[in-house]
């Protein structure tokens, strides 16, 4: 599984990061999920390797502009690129009212069928390789995180399971070992039952804004990587007043306390400059969090990629 | 007055051009009018020195989403950037009936009025010092081309009929010359009847997509400048099947029969490649034109940037 950012910045884009956008590559082929889906998300896509084509579904957190104003546009361009197949959208109801109203008011007539699902309701949504479950965090809006868990880990058959219970070893055995539930002996026998799996199930959250990370508790049970905005630093919100926003110590103190592996931060106010002497820096917020947190830290920038291998180890892609 | 071109392609964004938008500034001062907001305007703006605080308007061509689908966001970073004064949107009326539900829908609240002006009806709206006329085009959705032509022209005093109207050298002079109607002896005296223009009044013509040039005729009147499509070559256009645009030959002929002294072709295609030798390459559009245009050509690029002078001469700005 790999997660590559398309934009990093809060609010409005800055020279060098847009607003938000996350795609997340599936760990087989070249299927993709979009998480926000900021403006010029779509233009961002152009400098990657990602295809219409082949994204799954488009994920939306909130209905701030930040967050959503690129969807009209990457649909639109989904549809000149010339996509046929059905697209699914997980977001509060308010964007497919949105998306309703663009197409009618700007003569948007998509060659392709929206699904969209309505995150208000915290569903559960099912892929071909992907589990999707959603957790209500707290913002000016209603805002959602997206826990995003594999659901095909590779196994090895449980011999000693198939031996005792008589399966005999042949065309049964390759079922069972597909994934196939099977019948023998008047019996239905399930996949999962008589496989090992060779890995934990891999499992990456990504949280739309969001000032109460405590809300995440379930949410990060056992998953790898959370990705948060850490919007300002301590002093910053202290500041600015501003609500419904993370800082960095907010967000380093849960992930300590839920002993979470790895943290990628994002969504950073766009005064924080990239230049490690500029003030304030980035490197301010990755200071306020370090100091309150022992696991492995990221600050996302702009085409940044990290890829979470089989093992759980989580790490940085070298650019090209 | 100066044209800045912030995208060019048609339809989709390319990795080298955006969607449609144009700046025209004033020349003098920092005021700027926005021409068309396709996705993505905004970060453009963010290459160059243009203000959010000195836009003095926004005109949409037609509702197509190259066209407008960077509004949001646009307005959205203008009021986060502290813009207070209202700004004005000269555009087809379903643009205010979508930005409403955008902001319904995205929670968001401009600190600063818009003054919706509704182009169907054709208006002629005047700036402190800019008159812009708007003319109807034909497109698969209402489109419209709007004419700018400067109010303010350096002027002399008409000596000669100042003194045979017996008005004496003084105060009442130079309120004439700022351009101040004055009473004297009892009458109102106008103060353009009392100026010599030193310059014809500057005007440029900004077209939506258009498939019959013709329309522009009136538009043309003693413009220096207009700004047209040319999304595809004549043998394009007849493969494509597309209806709507213009190709080159055709707006080449009309710019030559109207004896145009300068035309600004735009909104290539996404196919036509910046490199001459590509196929298809601008360069192809370039040759179609001059073949039935003796004027002035210019093909705009992403960040081009031109000038037309006091004296009606328009040229290239050179880069940075």
């Given at each position: ?120 309701g915290l569903p559960s949504v099912e892929f071909e390789s992907m589990a999707v479950s959603t957790f209500r965090l707290s913002h000016r809006a209603p805002s959602y995180a997206y826990g995003f868990t594999e659901t095909k880990v590779d196994a090895d058959l449980n011999i000693e399971k198939l031996t005792q219970k008589g399966i005999p070893r042949g065309p049964l055995w390759g079922q069972l070992k597909q ?142």
């Amino acid at each position: 599984m790999n997660l590559l950012f398309l934009g990093t910045s809060a609010g409005v884009p800055t020279k060098s990061r847009n607003v938000s956008g996350i795609a997340l590559r599936e760990s087989k082929g070249k299927g993709w999920y979009l998480i926000d889906c900021g403006e010029g998300t779509q233009h961002q896509v152009l400098h990657t390797k990602l295809s219409f084509h082949s994204l799954k579904a488009i994920f939306i957190t909130h209905v701030h502009g930040d967050h959503c104003y690129g969807l009209p546009g990457i649909l639109a361009s989904a549809g000149m690129g010339g996509r046929k197949a059905p697209l699914t959208i997980v977001a509060p109801a308010g964007i497919k009212a949105w998306l309703e109203a663009t197409c009618e008011a700007t003569q948007l007539c998509l060659p392709f069928a929206l699904e969209f699902i309505d995150s208000d309701g915290l569903p559960s949504v099912e892929f071909e390789s992907m589990a999707v479950s959603t957790f209500r965090l707290s913002h000016r809006a209603p805002s959602y995180a997206y826990g995003f868990t594999e659901t095909k880990v590779d196994a090895d058959l449980n011999i000693e399971k198939l031996t005792q219970k008589g399966i005999p070893r042949g065309p049964l055995w390759g079922q069972l070992k597909q994934g196939f539930d099977v019948e023998f002996a008047g019996e239905q026998l399930k996949s999962h039952d008589y496989l090992i799996s060779k890995h934990k199930p891999r499992k990456v959250v990504i949280a739309g804004d969001n000032d109460q990370p405590d809300l995440l508790f379930e949410a990060c049970a056992g998953a790898q990587v959370l990705v948060h905005e850490a919007t300002y630093t301590e002093e910053m919100t202290q500041k600015a007043g501003d609500v419904g926003h993370s800082y960095a110590k907010l967000i380093a103190a849960f992930a300590e306390t839920v002993q979470l592996p790895n943290l990628v931060l994002t969504h950073f106010s766009p005064r924080f400059q990239l230049n490690p002497h500029a003030s304030p820096s980035i490197e301010d917020i990755r200071k306020e969090t370090e100091n309150a947190y022992s696991g492995s830290l990221f600050q996302a920038r702009d085409f940044s990629e990290y890829t979470l291998d089989k093992a759980g180890r989580f790490s940085e892609v070298a650019g090209e």
